[in-house]
């Protein structure tokens, strides 16, 4: 009688470096939160939402992180792996996350984190991940596209040029380096513009209340968000929604 082949996965958290280990089955760390730098067979890398690792059969390999950090472990029996992925992986054991995969794994991420998965669902899921391991990432014209595109949509979330550089796989030198290249100014600054843009427009086209708004747009409250509109505007938010009201019922 047949056995299935390996699946398992869990959520690990990685700390100082332990020795090196292998093991008679593929993984895939596929990183959730935080970052983690892996050796695999003497190659080193540095994982993050936005890049993984494949760690083949037999192969000696280390993990340690310096912060909080948090990876779905994927452990494959090596015959569930296509020839074509299995040889792809092995020749690039890291591989960049395209934002289908990356949607994957934070899927399957939250289910194991709300209880566990079900062996049929995880059976279903893993061709789904290797065919989107296997993509090619799209190239954008600009290094800040996929970045700007995730914070813009989410500003209550409470962003620093650090967790933006986790979030983009890059080092917050390099991302105040990127942002004086493309839009000419630093991160701090465009997320501050952006805010009040996004809370400016709120006041004029919403009835939201003042308190949301402040919320909505990442102010650490209502106080904090009065401040920022009289430096750029000179007037408090509730003045500004009445001119803006005003000019609205004005206009023919």
């Not at 192969?59 to 020839?83: F, K, T, V, Y």
């Not at 390099?174 to 839009?183: G, K, S, T, V, Y």
Request: hydrophobic share 40%; proline share 7%; glycine share 8%.
């Amino acid at each position: 009688m047949s056995t299935s082949p390996r699946i398992s996965i869990d959520v690990r958290s990685y700390g100082a470096a332990h020795s090196a280990h292998r093991h008679d089955f593929a993984q895939l760390v596929l990183p959730l939160h935080g970052a983690l730098d892996i050796d695999i067979a003497g190659k080193g890398g540095r994982l993050g939402p936005c890049r993984a690792a494949f760690v083949e059969a037999g192969s000696s390999h280390s993990q340690m992180s310096d912060g909080p950090n948090r990876s779905l472990i994927l452990d494959l029996d090596p015959a569930i792996l296509e020839p074509e992925i299995g040889d792809r992986l092995i020749r690039h054991p890291f591989v960049a996350l395209t934002p289908v995969a990356g949607k994957l794994i934070d899927y399957m991420g939250l289910m194991v984190g709300s209880g566990g998965v079900s062996a049929n669902n995880l059976r279903l899921w893993v061709p789904l991940l290797l065919d989107a391991l296997a993509e090619e990432p799209a190239h954008s014209p600009s290094r800040l596209g996929g970045l700007l595109a995730t914070v813009e949509p989410d500003l209550a979330k409470p962003w620093t040029a650090e967790t933006m550089a986790e979030r983009a796989c890059m080092s917050v030198s390099r991302l105040h380096a990127l942002f004086r290249a493309e839009l000419d100014t630093t991160p701090r600054a465009w997320l501050a513009e952006a805010r009040l843009k996004r809370a400016c427009d709120w006041l004029a086209r919403s009835e939201l209340p003042i308190a949301e708004i402040a919320y909505r747009a990442g102010y650490a409250d209502q106080s904090a968000f009065t401040r920022a509109m009289r430096r750029a505007t000179g007037l408090t938010p509730a003045a500004y929604r009445r001119q803006s009201r005003e000019t609205r019922h004005k206009s023919p």
